[in-house]
């Protein structure tokens, strides 16, 4: 019965922590794929990848993949891809140690989401930003 109790605390606190929020949802996501397409590339159309460090959700049909501590790329599927803004776990194809264009696909929940884009991000040029802009806050 306590382990029921403790659960249900947690997860009271989690749904009113979250919905202290002063800003929306889909306005925190909008403001970082701002920020992240500030530092992003041109598109291209592959990368080597041989492990996923990190992601991010930016949308319905956009996130961020990070493949090592300063290689990041703007990933964009070809339409909504269902489930991705709720997803707690993501899978990338690719082929050969390469995800390209048109090929790979974003898969979330079973479902396989083609890539339309690729962008590579500028990430430790953005953090460092980031940092500066806190520190001058602070």
Same mark, same amino acid.
């Given at each position: 019965?306590?382990?029921? =109790?403790?659960? !249900? =605390? ?5 749904? @009113? ?11 925190? #996501?909008?403001?970082? #794929?701002?920020?992240? %397409? ?7 159309? *592959? ?15 956009? #996130?961020? @993949? ?12 070809? *339409?909504?891809?269902? %489930?991705?803004?709720?997803a707690n776990a993501i899978g990338v ?5 390469? @995800? ?11 479902? *396989?989401?083609?890539?339309?884009? =690729? ?15 806190? !520190?001058? *806050?602070?």
């Amino acid at each position: 019965m306590l382990p029921r =109790i403790a659960t !249900a =605390i947690v997860v009271l606190a989690c749904t @009113v922590l979250g919905a202290c929020s002063n800003v929306p949802y889909k306005q925190r #996501l909008q403001a970082r #794929l701002t920020q992240y %397409e500030r530092y992003a590339g041109e598109p291209i159309d *592959k990368f080597h990848f041989w492990r996923m460090e990190n992601w991010e959700v930016l949308g319905s049909n956009k #996130l961020v @993949v990070r493949t090592t501590l300063r290689d990041a790329y703007l990933i964009t599927v070809e *339409k909504a891809c269902p %489930e991705l803004e709720w997803a707690n776990a993501i899978g990338v194809t690719s082929t050969i140690n390469e @995800v390209s264009t048109r090929f790979d696909s974003v898969v979330v929940r079973g479902w *396989k989401c083609r890539i339309s884009e =690729i962008r590579p991000v500028r990430y430790l040029d953005m953090v460092h930003d980031e940092r500066a802009a806190r !520190a001058n *806050k602070g």
